[in-house]
Nanobody, 120 residues
């Protein structure tokens, strides 16, 4: 089992920045990938970014490319999502999720989510 806890959400003005954190605990040695998802009211959940836990390779959705940076600190078992140039369209609940080595195709572990609200 892997437990995930997000933090760092809040209210920010358009053009501002936030850094979200995702603290992992439990069987963190089994993690292969950490991802950040978001879901806005009335919209489908969107995969925002992923990072390979072993080598740090990252991927981004087009909607955040150039404005987001995903990173991880393996020693602290914590992942981060830095978001810049925020707009109201970024308003959503942000969730981190993890895949493990034995179930690489499934996002099997989820955090509780953290609200990000961008005011215009």
């Amino acid at each position: 089992q892997v437990q995930l806890v997000e933090s760092g959400g809040g209210l920010v003005q358009t053009g501002g920045s936030l850094r979200l954190s995702c603290a992992a605990s439990g069987r963190t040695s089994s993690m292969s990938t950490m991802g950040w998802f978001r879901q806005a009211p009335g919209k489908d959940r969107e995969l925002v970014s992923t990072i390979s836990w072993s080598d740090g390779r990252a991927s981004y959705a087009d909607s955040v490319q150039g404005r987001a940076t995903i990173s991880r600190d393996s020693a602290k078992n914590t992942g981060y999502l830095q978001m810049n140039s925020l707009t109201p369209e970024d308003t959503a609940i942000y969730y981190c999720a993890a895949r493990t080595n034995d179930r690489r195709s499934i996002w099997g572990y989820w955090g509780q989510g953290t609200q990000v609200t961008v005011s215009s």
